[in-house]
């Protein structure tokens, strides 16, 4: 018989769930109703997490995840784009997944993204740049920009052809 993992919460937030299980940190982005798109307070919240997880000597590795099934994540949230770009509670643009995404490749720990269904944009760029991604069956991967006339404005394009080849 099985033992239910018990979770225990590291940091409540309101756009994430950051929990704590036997040397585990699990970062799952809990936007369901937008498929898991990131907003400038998602990507403040996640970059707060990694920050604390770098610090923490208890956490030896890192899962990124996605609420639900449906999606890890759809790149950024376009409810929230303006003309300067992704508009904080606060009203200034921005977004700071670049932040997280450089974050994501220096912290000293391995990540873990574990993608279930949509990772698109800049959600497909977040598993890329972890060391390692665990796709479930219904996982969905793809660059929306190609098909509008646009391009990935990250490095993740540019980062999955150098670790590819």
Avoid at 69 to 86: Q, R
Wanted: hydrophobic share 35%; aromatic share 10%; with cysteine.
């Amino acid at each position: 018989m099985s033992q239910k993992r018990e979770w225990k919460t590291i940091k409540e937030y309101q756009d994430i769930l950051f929990d704590f299980y036997n040397g585990i940190a699990k970062i799952t982005i809990n936007r369901p109703r937008y498929r898991n798109a990131f907003t400038p307070k998602t990507t403040s919240e996640i970059s707060d997490a990694l920050y604390y997880c770098r610090e923490c000597q208890d956490i030896n590795v890192i899962v990124l995840t996605g609420a639900v099934d449906k999606a890890f994540c759809s790149g950024g949230d376009m409810h929230v784009k303006g003309h300067g770009g992704y508009i904080g509670t606060d009203g200034v643009p921005r977004l700071n997944v670049l932040d997280v995404q450089k974050q994501i490749r220096s912290i000293p720990k391995p990540v873990i993204a574990m993608v279930n269904g949509y990772a698109i944009g800049g959600g497909h760029v977040l598993h890329v740049v972890c060391d390692l991604t665990i796709a479930s069956e219904n996982a969905i991967f793809g660059q929306t920009g190609p098909r509008v006339g646009s391009f990935d404005a990250g490095f993740g394009s540019s980062y999955l052809a150098r670790i590819v080849g």
